[in-house]
Nanobody
Framework: QLQLVESGGGLVQPGGSLTLSCAASGFTLDYYAIGWFRQAPGKEREGVSCIRDTENTNYADSVKARFTASRDDAKNMVYLQMNNLKPEDTGVYFC??????????????????WGQGIQVTVSS
């Protein structure tokens, strides 16, 4: 059974950094794209980043140059390094997986397997 579990969230001050991890089990990451999404209170879930491999990544304009996605297929892990965090980055962050997907767009409807989400709060 395919399972995704996020970790690494928490409270951080503006300008700080956090690294989110997404642990995959029940399948191997090979051939899967992993997306990161977030949902703020009262808002729709939005795409943050997607990584298929080192040559195929995609980021929302709001996080470009601040967030970096990476993956370690041998460990079945995906990471999201978040730097220079802003209050508007606050929300529940989800990782999602889709097989044979190319990271050309960031749409929730393109991903069929989801983690339970983890809270990230950026506040002073």
């Amino acid at each position: 059974q395919l399972q995704l579990v996020e970790s690494g969230g928490g409270l951080v001050q503006p300008g700080g950094s956090l690294t989110l991890s997404c642990a995959a089990s029940g399948f191997t990451l090979d051939y899967y794209a992993i997306g990161w999404f977030r949902q703020a209170p009262g808002k729709e879930r939005e795409g943050v980043s997607c990584i298929r491999d080192t040559e195929n990544t995609n980021y929302a304009d709001s996080v470009k140059a601040r967030f970096t996605a990476s993956r370690d297929d041998a460990k079945n892990m995906v990471y999201l390094q978040m730097n220079n965090l802003k209050p508007e980055d606050t929300g529940v962050y989800f990782c999602a997986a889709e097989k044979f997907f190319w990271c050309s767009v960031l749409r929730t409807s393109d991903f069929s397997s989801w983690g339970q989400g983890i809270q990230v709060t950026v506040s002073s």
